[in-house]
């Protein structure tokens, strides 16, 4: 089923899955369960092609973006947002060299080199910058309205309107959604309950058995 939905700039055609036509009509426990389950907009990466978002964007970053690219300046501003540093001249004294690489850290030794440089916290352009990657996602499919709100932690109403009538996330990839944090969680308990059974000699069936049940959890 093809639907047609226009937005500002342009329509985007959106094939509407199965999973996509039963998103309205989800139960409470439905919604509760994904929530524990469903990845929250700060696990996600930072999409790889995000752009400068002029809406909330200092100049600051603006500079950076214009010598490293958008999402180099968000990498440091999530790792070092708040802080100040003073810039040395040498890449390998970069303080953002293990973030964006060698030939970055060059490029902002060069630039910034011998300057106190103050990193702007951007939360909001980071959250933006996440959300975007959500919003692609759920517009190719990936992901339904609903699921990608609890993501991003907004309404479905709203998150529908993004979708369908804002061009927010349309120069954007799709989120490579991370493991729900729920289940990373359980899986490294299992590891560990499975690690300390077997030093005590418990048998095989009984770690396994203790396993299932711990990840079961999730369910």
């Not at 996509?20 to 790889?48: F, G, M, W």
């Not at 011998?114 to 702007?120: K, Q, V």
């Not at 990373?184 to 069936?205: F, H, K, Q, T």
Request: with cysteine; proline share 5%.
């Amino acid at each position: 089923m093809i639907a047609l939905v226009s937005t500002r700039k342009q329509s985007w055609p959106l094939k509407m899955t199965l999973s996509q036509e039963l998103d309205t009509h989800l139960t409470a426990a439905d919604n509760a369960h994904a929530k524990r389950v469903l990845p929250r907009l700060h696990d996600l990466p930072i999409p790889s092609n995000i752009k400068v978002d002029v809406s909330c964007w200092g100049d600051r970053m603006r500079e950076m973006a214009d010598h490293i690219g958008a999402r180099a300046v968000l990498l440091i501003s999530d790792r070092f947002g708040g802080q100040e540093f003073d810039m040395p001249k040498r890449k390998e004294l970069c303080p953002f060299l293990d973030v964006v690489g060698e030939k970055k850290a060059e490029i902002l030794a060069y630039v910034f080199g011998g300057e106190r440089l103050s990193i702007p916290v951007a939360r909001k352009a980071i959250a933006r910058a996440r959300r975007a990657g959500v919003i692609a996602a759920a517009r190719a499919g990936q992901v339904t309205v609903s699921q990608a709100a609890i993501i991003a932690g907004t309404s479905r109403c709203y998150m529908s309107h993004l979708i369908n009538h804002t061009d927010e996330g349309t120069d954007c990839d799709p989120i490579e959604l991370v493991e729900p944090r729920l289940a990373r969680l359980l899986g490294d308990a299992a590891e560990i309950a499975s690690d300390a059974l077997a030093e005590v000699g418990a048998p095989g069936e009984k770690i396994a058995i203790v396993r299932a049940e711990i990840q079961e959890l999730g369910n």
